[in-house]
């Protein structure tokens, strides 16, 4: 077993996180993230409103009796989302474990705290991680450039994030960006990390096989960054719509958020995952999808992973050889 302190507060047995995902952290992959033994996590705003998140947490509890948790990720919007009702939802149906992402989380962490709850938060640079570190979060999830998403505007890779969370944090972190294998699994432990990885194609993730298909056959190369321009980064997957969303914001005077609101509409996303058609919309993706060959079952995935990390961790020992003094 690979013991961290990131499973003693958990209570799961592999320090593999699935992180929320807009419309593909849904029941079934959740339970089988956390049937496998891992943390699934439902995505809150995948749902429609807070009593459709209810409903969820009871689907998940049919498929699985192991923990599992819940993200809420606070963006900009013109529409606001009930993020209060979400959260309300999930705690008076027995949720313990949440995920919390985006801006101003305080209000958010506050509540979950005062209700006894485990609170992950998400972060992309070293001063939001200790700020919400003071907010009292009791773990973090520490974004790198090489994340599907948004990685913030300081464009810092992994290595360097994870290396200095080690000196600066006081509490466990989550690796998360450019991990689909064993390897970068292994790295990332010997950093002080667990792992958020590629759950996003497994037998059990709700999005089209088309989907799937395209993520195999994708290299490192095959994502770009949309709203650069606008301070907003986000690293999606590079198609037809992402290019044309570039291409405006690379012309003279630039591009404003209204001229590409059509574009990046997130039910044109969704559609993408329903339809299968990879240049519908924008979809997230990491740089990960190089690594990714396969599309196993979460039990599989996560039994690989621990197979390799173990198998990877023996071999490492066997560098140290202890010189004779004679």
Same mark, same amino acid.
């Given at each position: ?11 799961? %047995? ?37 009593? /459709? ?12 009796? %192991? ?61 939001? /991680? ?197």
């Amino acid at each position: 077993m690979i013991i961290t302190p990131l499973t003693k507060l958990l209570g799961i %047995r592999v320090p593999v996180v699935q992180g929320g995902m807009q419309w593909v952290g849904v029941p079934r992959l959740a339970a089988a993230v956390s049937e496998a033994g891992g943390l699934g996590i439902l995505t809150a705003l995948t749902q429609p409103n807070p009593d /459709a998140l209810r409903t969820a947490i009871h689907e998940t509890r049919k498929l699985t009796s %192991r923990p599992f948790g819940v993200n809420i990720t606070l963006l900009p919007s013109i529409n606001p989302p009930d993020y209060e009702g979400y959260a309300r939802a999930a705690v008076e149906e027995g949720v313990t474990i949440f995920e919390t992402a985006g801006n101003n989380p305080g209000p958010l962490i506050k509540f979950f705290k005062s209700n006894g709850c485990i609170v992950l938060h998400k972060c992309t640079t070293i001063r939001h /991680a200790k700020s919400a570190e003071r907010l009292g979060v009791d773990a973090l999830s520490i974004d790198g450039f090489e994340c599907a998403g948004h990685p913030g505007e300081e464009d810092i890779g992994g290595l360097v994030l994870l290396a200095r969370a080690v000196k600066e944090l006081k509490i466990p972190f989550i690796a998360s960006g450019g991990i689909a294998d064993g390897r970068g699994f292994a790295a990332a432990l010997s950093l002080g990390a667990a792992v958020s990885t590629r759950f996003m194609c497994t037998v059990e993730s709700p999005i089209h096989q088309n989907i799937k298909d395209k993520i195999v056959a994708s290299t490192e190369t095959d994502t770009v960054h949309i709203f650069r321009t606008l301070n907003n980064t986000a690293r999606v997957f590079k198609n037809k719509v992402s290019l044309e969303v570039v291409a405006m914001e690379r012309r003279p005077g630039g591009a404003k958020f209204e001229d590409v609101r059509e574009l990046v509409s997130g039910t044109r996303g969704r559609k993408v995952y329903e339809n299968g058609d990879p240049d519908y919309g924008i979809w997230s993706a990491g740089i990960a999808v190089g690594l990714i060959d396969d599309v196993p079952t979460c039990q599989d995935l996560v039994g690989k992973l621990e197979r390799e990390v173990e198998e990877i961790i023996a071999q490492m020992g066997k560098l140290v050889q202890i010189q004779s003094k004679l």
